[in-house]
């Protein structure tokens, strides 16, 4: 995907003035934490949860060498084909040679970040091949020529009398109303039934890998991923190294974690595992099963101080419980991963330089990591980029220095309070009468936004100071 | 020396607290730590205020400057080192001391850290949970209606929550009237508000508006970053709402200015 | 192409790897035993499968012998079509049912155009989650699982366990003397979606009607307390 990272304060002010926009994204930020919490609740047992599934994955990464060679093994005894990317680029290759070694010109496609990281849609369309999304939210951004604002509901920044315009003008069915939106849930599942039926390609993700036994897992609500699955003759899975886990009731463990966190679901509609192609005594499925293990960048992540973000399972509850991704919304991000877990993942698997300002968007609350089913510490992770982007000499000098400054003055006790004595009885005496400044000499920051308020007085330090020395 | 560095008020029986006033306190609002003081020794404690503290080194760790925070943290880990209390009137410095210091420090550092961290609180978490502070005059302290804002670090770092609100009803006899969203950031986040003012805005609006939207006369909250953040919005927006710090409700002292108030 | 990858991405992921052996790793995985499933919400197997069916918009017949069973199908097909025909999976199970009994014209295969109800027996149900379990094969073709607008599943109160980690402990079993299947699926309610505005919303891809029909030596209380546990969804027609 176009990254636009770089503009990210840009994005996020024009986020901001969208008024209608934002409007959809208060309702979501108060509804999503709602329904995420309940589940929660009723559940009960979410800590030991967490902690055993975390101990899983970091079993898993520790050994990620063994199992996926197991997974490998596995696979290709099920009857798969294997192949290994190391970049994006080699994914949208090995897909488009597969399509061509197959002419084929129409791909159904279920949802999978993976490749809106490596672009292949577009990479695909290129080559004149009809790629058709089904996975409802992907399809309502595919007809509307957006990006993914959400990483489980894509579309979730339109409201649904946008998506009812928007299938209004793109759908040619004639004159309808579309009151619902169980209306307008009917009308794709009426458009998109026929895109299963004729596609020569399936393409879909996968939410986990099964060491033991070959089997990749695909949850959904609608579908839509078992009908990409079972019908077109040919199945490609993209998918990355760092999914895999060591046994099926691993992947089913997560996955309690996984659907409370994501919806506030107990579970998906659909939970489903795919062996490979199908055999003799098979009477459906595909002739033909490929699985694409991407790396791009998550073995160099196994290796660095930022190892943690490999437990992700991409579940969003990071985005909806983050007070900056409800006012900016995914988009101002600039790529696929919006959010906290965008805000480290996108520096890592592109560049800091380019997504800068990411790690800076948080002002570490803390809600984030509170949440997070695989219990990454991401404002650690974020400070620790912020570290970087000083290391790397990436971030602004004139905060360096001025911070710098502040923190060697302040081991500095008796300068620091005579400086601060006379700087502070200055400000209390011009804004006492106020009691705020409107504008400060080097705050326009914080003035753009609010008043200064003003010093209640001289510093305590002089104050009980002289006390003291008045009592003596 | 000892008599130069520090200063012990009014010896009792009562535990001896360290107090570290934090660098928003003494710059901005001195009276926080005043009242600080009070409501720590109402409660028997002997309180020391070590005179070379100045600040406990957030803003710069914040924004990831590790290497210029660590020289200043050891400083204050010494300072701090012989007290059996120390306490702050702020949930985000206290957790500076109680979490990231640890993690800064290396080797015997670490550990001086780790001892300190042990034994310092946030005060309305020192008052509530460990001297279990009772109202010290006999009548309640008068109060219009108040409302409350949950500091993230705080809330996160230090579990503080309940603490505040069972101190205004055992030194007031007052009720919080919890504003919607009270868990969720007012956007100071320390140099993200200047960094990224135009989201800290929004986010500080909402806040702002949700208290507002109470009725009540008064936001309080633990953490004067936070309290100055709201306060210069609601002076911006002109809201007619007193911003205090909690400490200044539960000693009564109420007729100075609020926060962002003239004189 | 891909096998130079495969070469330097092993080389990457094992230089930061444990370098434990095969045995050790597996050893240290059994030593973290297994996770906590979610509490039953009944006082017993059947009637928390039951009301978990429910409250995932299922709907439900509780049934003593495949003799009730057909009745229960024809019923149903009948009122919601008006028909008695159906397809069902090549499954032998299914086959064996007294349909004549009842009235009812199973075509054994694999649904078409046109079809809108299909029959499924499933291999496992699960009560945590209220779902049912099917393997992919003759016995049960996907398009069975996936196409109609109204999919029935029986399941065997024999068939029913407690949790996904009982329910893999089953397959497991199942795969000494079968087979992997192609497809295993947990099918957990009617196709939804929340896309729009994250509200769940029914009638996606998948089929709009999942109706499950319970069938062995059900208590006698099951259903009622079932039905209790599911109220609130049931009456307001809306999930909470």
Same mark, same amino acid.
């Given at each position: 995907?176009?990254?636009?990272?770089?503009?990210?304060?840009?994005?996020?002010?024009?986020?901001?003035?969208?008024?209608?926009?934002?409007?959809?994204?208060?309702?979501?930020?108060?509804?999503?934490?709602?329904?995420?919490?309940?589940?929660?609740?009723?559940?009960?047992?979410?800590?030991?949860?967490?902690?055993?599934?975390?101990?899983?994955?970091?079993?898993?990464?520790?050994?990620?060498?063994?199992?996926?060679?197991?997974?490998?093994?596995?696979?290709?005894?099920?009857?798969?084909?294997?192949?290994?990317?190391?970049?994006?680029?080699?994914?949208?290759?090995?897909?488009?040679?597969?399509?061509?070694?197959?002419?084929?010109?129409?791909?159904?496609?279920?949802?999978?970040?993976?490749?809106?990281?490596?672009?292949?849609?577009?990479?695909?369309?290129?080559?004149?091949?009809?790629?058709?999304?089904?996975?409802?939210?992907?399809?309502?951004?595919?007809?509307?020529?957006?990006?993914?604002?959400?990483?489980?509901?894509?579309?979730?920044?339109?409201?649904?009398?946008?998506?009812?315009?928007?299938?209004?003008?793109?759908?040619?069915?004639?004159?309808?109303?579309?009151?619902?939106?169980?209306?307008?849930?009917?009308?794709?599942?009426?458009?998109?039934?026929?895109?299963?039926?004729?596609?020569?390609?399936?393409?879909?993700?996968?939410?986990?890998?099964?060491?033991?036994?070959?089997?990749?897992?695909?949850?959904?609500?609608?579908?839509?991923?078992?009908?990409?699955?079972?019908?077109?003759?040919?199945?490609?899975?993209?998918?990355?190294?760092?999914?895999?886990?060591?046994?099926?009731?691993?992947?089913?463990?997560?996955?309690?974690?996984?659907?409370?966190?994501?919806?506030?679901?107990?579970?998906?509609?659909?939970?489903?595992?795919?062996?490979?192609?199908?055999?003799?005594?098979?009477?459906?499925?595909?002739?033909?099963?490929?699985?694409?293990?991407?790396?791009?960048?998550?073995?160099?992540?196994?290796?660095?101080?930022?190892?943690?973000?490999?437990?992700?399972?991409?579940?969003?509850?990071?985005?909806?419980?983050?007070?900056?991704?409800?006012?900016?919304?995914?988009?101002?991000?600039?790529?696929?991963?919006?959010?906290?877990?965008?805000?480290?993942?996108?520096?890592?698997?592109?560049?800091?330089?380019?997504?800068?300002?990411?790690?800076?968007?948080?002002?570490?609350?803390?809600?984030?990591?509170?949440?997070?089913?695989?219990?990454?510490?991401?404002?650690?992770?974020?400070?620790?980029?912020?570290?970087?982007?000083?290391?790397?000499?990436?971030?602004?000098?004139?905060?360096?220095?001025?911070?710098?400054?502040?923190?060697?003055?302040?081991?500095?006790?008796?300068?620091?309070?005579?400086?601060?004595?006379?700087?502070?009885?200055?400000?209390?005496?011009?804004?006492?009468?106020?009691?705020?400044?409107?504008?400060?000499?080097?705050?326009?920051?914080?003035?753009?936004?609010?008043?200064?308020?003003?010093?209640?007085?001289?510093?305590?330090?002089?104050?009980?100071?002289?006390?003291?020395?008045?009592?003596? | 020396?000892? =008599?130069?560095?520090?200063?012990?008020?009014? @010896? /009792?029986?009562? !535990?001896?607290?360290?107090?570290? *006033? #934090?660098?928003?306190?003494?710059?901005?609002?001195?009276?926080?730590?005043?009242?600080?003081?009070?409501?720590?020794?109402?409660?028997?404690?002997?309180?020391?205020?070590?005179?070379?503290?100045?600040?406990?080194?957030?803003?710069?760790?914040?924004?990831?400057?590790?290497?210029?925070?660590?020289?200043?943290?050891?400083?204050?880990?010494?300072?701090?080192?012989?007290?059996?209390?120390?306490?702050?009137?702020?949930?985000?410095?206290?957790?500076?001391?109680?979490?990231?210091?640890?993690?800064?420090?290396?080797?015997?550092?670490?550990?001086?850290?780790?001892?300190?961290?042990?034994?310092?609180?946030?005060?309305?978490?020192?008052? =509530?949970?460990?001297?279990?502070?009772?109202? @010290? /005059?006999?009548? !309640?302290?008068?109060?219009?209606? *108040? #409302?409350?804002?949950?500091?993230?670090?705080?809330?996160?770092?230090?579990?503080?929550?309940?603490?505040?609100?069972?101190?205004?009803?055992?030194?007031?006899?007052?009720?919080?009237?919890?504003?919607?969203?009270?868990?969720?950031?007012?956007?100071?986040?320390?140099?993200?508000?200047?960094?990224?003012?135009?989201?800290?805005?929004?986010?500080?609006?909402?806040?702002?508006?949700?208290?507002?939207?109470?009725?009540?006369?008064?936001?309080?909250?633990?953490?004067?970053?936070?309290?100055?953040?709201?306060?210069?919005?609601?002076?911006?927006?002109?809201?007619?709402?007193?911003?205090?710090?909690?400490?200044?409700?539960?000693?009564?002292?109420?007729?100075?200015?609020?926060?962002?108030? /003239?004189? | 192409?891909?096998?130079?990858?495969?070469?330097?991405?092993?080389?990457?992921?094992?230089?930061?790897?444990?370098?434990?052996?095969?045995?050790?790793?597996?050893?240290?995985?059994?030593?973290?035993?297994?996770?906590?499933?979610?509490?039953?919400?009944?006082?017993?197997?059947?009637?928390?499968?039951?009301?978990?069916?429910?409250?995932?918009?299922?709907?439900?017949?509780?049934?003593?012998?495949?003799?009730?069973?057909?009745?229960?199908?024809?019923?149903?097909?009948?009122?919601?079509?008006?028909?008695?025909?159906?397809?069902?999976?090549?499954?032998?199970?299914?086959?064996?049912?007294?349909?004549?009994?009842?009235?009812?014209?199973?075509?054994?295969?694999?649904?078409?155009?046109?079809?809108?109800?299909?029959?499924?027996?499933?291999?496992?149900?699960?009560?945590?989650?209220?779902?049912?379990?099917?393997?992919?094969?003759?016995?049960?073709?996907?398009?069975?699982?996936?196409?109609?607008?109204?999919?029935?599943?029986?399941?065997?109160?024999?068939?029913?366990?407690?949790?996904?980690?009982?329910?893999?402990?089953?397959?497991?079993?199942?795969?000494?003397?079968?087979?992997?299947?192609?497809?295993?699926?947990?099918?957990?309610?009617?196709?939804?979606?929340?896309?729009?505005?994250?509200?769940?919303?029914?009638?996606?891809?998948?089929?709009?009607?999942?109706?499950?029909?319970?069938?062995?030596?059900?208590?006698?209380?099951?259903?009622?307390?079932?039905?209790?546990?599911?109220?609130?969804?049931?009456?307001?027609?809306?999930?909470?």
């Amino acid at each position: 995907m176009q990254q636009y990272s770089d503009t990210f304060l840009d994005n996020a002010s024009a986020a901001l003035a969208d008024k209608d926009k934002a409007d959809v994204r208060d309702a979501m930020a108060l509804f999503t934490p709602l329904v995420r919490n309940a589940a929660m609740d009723q559940f009960q047992h979410f800590e030991e949860l967490r902690q055993h599934v975390k101990q899983v994955r970091q079993h898993s990464l520790d050994n990620l060498g063994h199992y996926l060679e197991s997974y490998e093994q596995q696979a290709v005894k099920n009857g798969n084909q294997v192949h290994f990317a190391n970049t994006g680029d080699e994914l949208n290759s090995i897909v488009l040679d597969i399509c061509q070694q197959h002419s084929a010109r129409r791909i159904a496609k279920g949802k999978s970040m993976i490749t809106e990281e490596t672009g292949l849609n577009a990479f695909l369309e290129r080559a004149n091949l009809d790629v058709m999304e089904t996975d409802l939210g992907e399809y309502i951004i595919q007809e509307a020529g957006e990006t993914p604002s959400h990483i489980v509901g894509p579309a979730l920044h339109k409201s649904a009398a946008e998506i009812r315009q928007l299938f209004l003008d793109r759908h040619d069915l004639g004159e309808r109303e579309l009151e619902t939106t169980e209306d307008l849930v009917s009308e794709a599942r009426e458009v998109l039934r026929e895109h299963f039926l004729n596609a020569q390609v399936g393409i879909i993700g996968a939410n986990a890998l099964i060491a033991e036994n070959g089997y990749s897992m695909l949850v959904t609500n609608e579908g839509n991923g078992d009908l990409c699955a079972n019908l077109p003759p040919v199945l490609i899975i993209c998918t990355s190294v760092d999914r895999i886990l060591p046994r099926a009731e691993d992947a089913t463990a997560m996955l309690r974690l996984l659907v409370r966190s994501a919806t506030g679901q107990a579970q998906t509609c659909y939970t489903s595992f795919y062996s490979g192609p199908r055999r003799e005594q098979d009477i459906d499925g595909p002739m033909e099963t490929h699985i694409v293990l991407l790396d791009n960048r998550r073995s160099d992540i196994l290796a660095s101080d930022y190892r943690e973000m490999l437990q992700c399972i991409r579940c969003g509850a990071c985005l909806n419980h983050c007070p900056i991704f409800a006012s900016v919304g995914g988009h101002a991000y600039g790529w696929v991963y919006p959010g906290p877990m965008g805000s480290v993942l996108t520096p890592l698997l592109t560049s800091l330089e380019q997504s800068q300002a990411l790690p800076n968007a948080c002002t570490s609350c803390g809600r984030c990591a509170e949440v997070c089913p695989a219990d990454i510490p991401l404002p650690d992770l974020l400070r620790d980029l912020r570290h970087a982007e000083i290391e790397e000499k990436i971030a602004a000098p004139r905060w360096r220095q001025g911070l710098r400054i502040h923190a060697w003055l302040a081991r500095q006790p008796r300068l620091y309070q005579l400086f601060t004595g006379m700087g502070i009885a200055l400000l209390h005496l011009l804004g006492r009468k106020r009691g705020s400044f409107s504008k400060l000499p080097l705050a326009s920051g914080w003035t753009s936004q609010r008043d200064f308020p003003s010093p209640q007085g001289r510093t305590f330090m002089q104050q009980y100071k002289a006390e003291r020395k008045h009592r003596e | 020396m000892e =008599s130069e560095a520090l200063h012990t008020t009014a @010896p /009792g029986e009562g !535990p001896a607290v360290y107090l570290f *006033v #934090t660098c928003l306190a003494d710059l901005l609002r001195p009276s926080v730590a005043f009242n600080s003081i009070k409501l720590l020794e109402d409660a028997g404690c002997r309180v020391t205020v070590p005179l070379q503290q100045t600040c406990c080194g957030q803003p710069a760790y914040n924004t990831g400057d590790y290497e210029a925070i660590i020289p200043l943290a050891r400083q204050v880990v010494a300072m701090l080192e012989p007290a059996d209390y120390v306490v702050l009137p702020s949930g985000s410095c206290a957790g500076m001391i109680c979490h990231h210091y640890p993690t800064l420090l290396q080797d015997e550092w670490h550990e001086r850290a780790l001892r300190v961290a042990a034994k310092t609180f946030e005060i309305t978490t020192f008052l =509530s949970d460990i001297v279990k502070a009772k109202r @010290p /005059g006999r009548t !309640p302290i008068p109060l219009p209606a *108040v #409302t409350y804002h949950d500091s993230c670090a705080g809330l996160r770092e230090l579990g503080i929550k309940e603490q505040p609100r069972q101190l205004l009803r055992e030194f007031c006899d007052t009720q919080v009237s919890e504003l919607q969203q009270s868990e969720v950031c007012c956007g100071f986040g320390g140099t993200f508000c200047a960094k990224m003012p135009e989201i800290s805005g929004k986010m500080v609006q909402d806040k702002l508006h949700n208290a507002a939207a109470t009725g009540a006369g008064i936001l309080a909250g633990g953490d004067l970053g936070c309290l100055l953040n709201i306060a210069g919005r609601a002076r911006r927006e002109g809201v007619a709402i007193e911003v205090r710090h909690i400490t200044e409700l539960l000693c009564g002292d109420l007729d100075g200015p609020a926060i962002g108030e /003239g004189e | 192409m891909s096998d130079s990858a495969r070469a330097s991405i092993f080389a990457r992921i094992r230089h930061s790897g444990s370098g434990a052996s095969a045995a050790e790793i597996a050893a240290a995985r059994e030593a973290l035993g297994r996770a906590p499933a979610a509490n039953l919400p009944g006082s017993d197997l059947c009637s928390s499968f039951l009301a978990n069916v429910l409250l995932n918009r299922g709907t439900v017949d509780v049934v003593g012998n495949r003799s009730e069973a057909v009745t229960a199908v024809g019923k149903y097909i009948y009122q919601h079509y008006r028909t008695h025909r159906l397809v069902a999976g090549n499954d032998p199970r299914l086959a064996a049912m007294p349909w004549r009994d009842a009235g009812v014209l199973p075509r054994f295969g694999e649904l078409e155009a046109g079809e809108t109800v299909a029959l499924s027996y499933a291999r496992l149900g699960v009560a945590e989650i209220g779902a049912v379990v099917t393997f992919t094969g003759k016995a049960n073709p996907a398009a069975n699982n996936l196409l109609p607008e109204n999919h029935i599943v029986v399941v065997d109160v024999a068939d029913l366990v407690p949790d996904m980690e009982m329910a893999w402990s089953r397959i497991a079993h199942a795969m000494t003397t079968e087979q992997r299947p192609r497809g295993i699926n947990f099918i957990a309610g009617p196709s939804s979606t929340g896309d729009i505005e994250g509200k769940l919303v029914y009638g996606a891809h998948g089929p709009r009607h999942w109706h499950v029909i319970l069938l062995g030596e059900v208590p006698q209380a099951a259903l009622g307390e079932a039905q209790a546990i599911a109220a609130p969804a049931a009456t307001t027609g809306e999930l909470d």
